[in-house]
């Protein structure tokens, strides 16, 4: 597609072989744009509306400056998102599988959910307003970065865990940035090292550096039951 692709009140599979974009990508309120393929997003794409696009296939490949609007929920569900450019969401991302080898932000606008194990292998940022809702699952670390300014959350009900796959990991927790491992059940380890400048609460849950370096210059809250 090189010229305006509309997917209105509607969804569009790709189911096989490559959807090749460098135009505009229209999903529209209600519909659902699905890759369950390959997906390439080259220079000239642009991605409008207030649907859902799902990347459920074998590679998400974005070879430019994608900025993803509000309007528009994104679900990394399986297969690898990489690349040469970067990819900056605006809205919601629930994130299940997808390896994301690609530079990644969810802006001041955006939350993402993680309700399934993953794989980082790029720099996963943050931003200031942003939010990180982990639910679930482990992050497994390959040459991956977890930079955050906003807040994350960590409310889940089994064992997960920051996990040093292979490569040099590490996960920020930035001046003005909220970490949280909340009540839910489920513990959270850290294999990876961990530098907090921010705030970094434990609250009636359990926290432990298994390995590497914990590293503070901010604020270490650990509340009642909490370890």
């Given amino acids: 597609n090189a010229g305006t692709f509309n997917v209105n009140n509607s969804t569009y599979t790709q189911a096989a072989n490559t959807f090749t974009n460098a135009g505009g990508l229209n999903i529209g309120v209600g519909a659902t744009f699905n890759n369950l ?14 649907g859902t696009l799902t990347l459920a296939g074998v590679t998400h490949t974005i070879n430019l400056a994608l900025s993803v609007p ?11 998102l990489l690349g ?12 299940s599988g997808t390896t994301i080898d690609l530079p990644t932000t969810i802006a001041n606008t955006a939350t993402l959910i993680l309700n399934g194990s993953a794989f980082l292998d790029e720099v996963l940022t943050i931003q200031s307003g942003g939010a ?3 639910t679930a699952g482990t992050i497994s ?3 991956g970065t977890l930079s955050n300014s906003g807040t994350i959350t960590v409310s889940n009900s089994a064992a997960a865990s920051l996990s040093n796959f292979s490569g040099t990991n590490v996960f ?3 001046i003005g940035g909220v970490f949280t491992k909340s009540s839910g059940g489920g513990t959270l380890d850290a294999s990876i090292p961990v530098n907090n400048a921010g705030t970094f609460n434990v609250n009636n849950a359990s926290y432990t550096q298994t390995a590497n370096t914990f590293t503070n210059a ?3 809250n650990i509340g009642v039951g909490a370890t």
Avoid: M, P, Q, R
């Avoid at 509000?70 to 690898?80: E, Q, R, V």
């Avoid at 040469?84 to 994130?95: H, K, P």
């Fill in 37 to 50: 393929a390959d997906l390439i997003l080259n220079g000239g794409t642009s991605v409008t509306g207030s």
């Fill in 70 to 80: 509000s309007g528009i929920t994104t679900n990394l569900n399986a297969g690898s």
């Fill in 84 to 95: 040469t450019g970067s990819l900056t969401a605006n809205g919601t991302v629930n994130w």
């Fill in 132 to 134: 990180f809702n982990w």
């Fill in 141 to 143: 670390f390959s040459d």
């Fill in 172 to 174: 920020n927790n930035n």
């Fill in 218 to 220: 901010g604020g270490l």
